[in-house]
């Protein structure tokens, strides 16, 4: 049950890039993780221009350069290391593809939760997995 926030700069990203993000991470999570798409949320945050630093500069927007933060948030032990490699590594590919190469300034986190800290419709993801394994 993975939770993506996306962060991009609004003046630099259309609607199509956008929507191109969104389904190559859902392809990402269902297809390298193993995760079904239909409990997956992905919110996408547009941060404005003024507001994205590099090196406590904000960016600059007379260059062509994209920004983009990619966070997936996952139950610790839900996936190997080679899965996330080849995720971040995917992801990677996704954000030139659909943004153009901008190695320096375009980060992709997976962060692994305590699955007894974290859940949705009030039930943590440690009880939900049992719930699972008891059916």
């Known amino acids: ?23 190559g991470l859902m392809d ?7 995760r079904d798409p239909n409990l997956t949320v992905i919110t996408l945050d547009e941060i404005d221009q003024t507001n994205w630093f ?7 927007s007379s260059k062509q350069e994209k ?11 839900t996936s190997s290391a080679e899965q996330m490699a080849e995720v971040i590594k995917a992801g990677k590919e996704l954000v030139k ?10 980060y992709f986190i997976i962060n692994e939760l305590n699955p007894n800290s974290w859940g949705f419709d009030g039930i943590s993801m440690t009880i939900r997995n049992r719930m699972e394994q008891n059916k």
């Open 1 to 23: 049950m993975p939770y993506v926030n996306v962060k991009v700069v609004k003046q630099q990203v259309d609607q199509e890039q956008k929507n191109a993000l969104i389904s």
């Open 28 to 34: 990402i999570i269902e297809n390298i993780m193993g």
């Open 54 to 60: 590099i090196g406590s500069r904000p960016i600059d």
């Open 67 to 77: 920004v983009c933060s990619i966070k997936i948030h996952i139950s610790k032990g």
């Open 97 to 106: 593809q659909t943004l153009g190469s901008n190695d320096m300034t375009n």
